[in-house]
Nanobody, 126 residues
Framework: VQLQASGGGLAQPGGSLRLSCAVSGRTASSLAMAWFRQAPWKEREFVAA???????YYADSVKGRFTISRDNAENTLSLQMTTLFPEDTAVYYCAATARVSPFNTNKYREDTYDYWGQGTLVTVSS
């Protein structure tokens, strides 16, 4: 399984960006998938996750502003980000796992996920 993240760039505070993660080697619908991010000088943190049945989970810091979704026809995962803040500046990573029990137990942990994309930089600045 390979994941390829794209869509990062520069956005103004209050603006929007849409990230995509192309999945190859397996259908996206057979995976639980997530977005993590790592800001400068900080540890990588959970942003959002999407399980097989479509249930979604969000970090409190992005709830109501970010939306995670999957396009089965395109075999991609997306993260629609709105009302961006400077503190959303980070490298964003998509991740995936096919393991049901670890995801159900620890979906917020990095080590739950077996496959990772290379990261895409989001900068929020005026």
């Amino acid at each position: 399984v390979q994941l390829q993240a794209s869509g990062g760039g520069l956005a103004q505070p209050g603006g929007s960006l849409r990230l995509s993660c192309a999945v190859s080697g397996r259908t996206a619908s057979s995976l639980a998938m997530a977005w993590f991010r790592q800001a400068p000088w900080k540890e990588r943190e959970f942003v959002a996750a999407l399980r097989w049945g479509g249930n979604t989970y969000y970090a409190d810091s992005v709830k109501g502003r970010f939306t995670i979704s999957r396009d089965n026809a395109e075999n991609t995962l997306s993260l629609q980000m709105t009302t961006l803040f400077p503190e959303d500046t980070a490298v964003y990573y998509c991740a995936a796992t096919a393991r049901v029990s670890p995801f159900n137990t620890n979906k917020y942990r990095e080590d739950t996920y077996d496959y990772w994309g290379q990261g895409t930089l989001v900068t929020v600045s005026s």
